[in-house]
């Protein structure tokens, strides 16, 4: 398994990004995707879902509104536009998917998101 994301920088409050993460070495269109992400000092937090067609999609309520999780199954890449940056969306984040038995998780390295005027 290989999750590679991409996309992150830094952007003034209220501005915008686009994470993407590519996914290898597994059935991609099998398997929920997430989004997770870790502030300084704090603990790793979920921020999104989505499953496998794209059908149903979930949120962590600080971010509803604001960021959207997509998926192409075709390219293997599940995507997290966010709106709106707020600093405290200051962080790493990560892409995650859960799989085997038992339930493993698997990471990529992270992308860097600041959020800073």
């Known amino acids: 398994v290989q999750l590679v994301e991409s996309g992150g920088g830094l952007v003034q409050p209220g501005g915008s990004l686009r994470l993407s993460c590519a996914a290898s070495g597994f059935t991609f269109s099998n398997y929920f995707m997430r989004w997770y992400r870790q502030a300084p000092g704090k603990v790793r937090e979920w921020v999104a879902l989505i499953t496998t067609t794209g059908g149903l999609t979930d949120y962590r309520d600080s971010v509803k509104g604001r960021f959207t999780i997509s998926r192409d199954n075709a390219k293997n890449t599940v995507y997290l536009q966010m709106n709106s940056l707020k600093p405290e969306d200051t962080a790493v984040y990560y892409c995650?998917?859960?799989?085997?038995?038992?339930?493993?998780?698997?990471w990529g390295q992270g992308t860097q998101v600041t959020v800073s005027s």
């Open positions: 995650n998917v859960q799989k085997g038995m038992p339930l493993r998780d698997y």
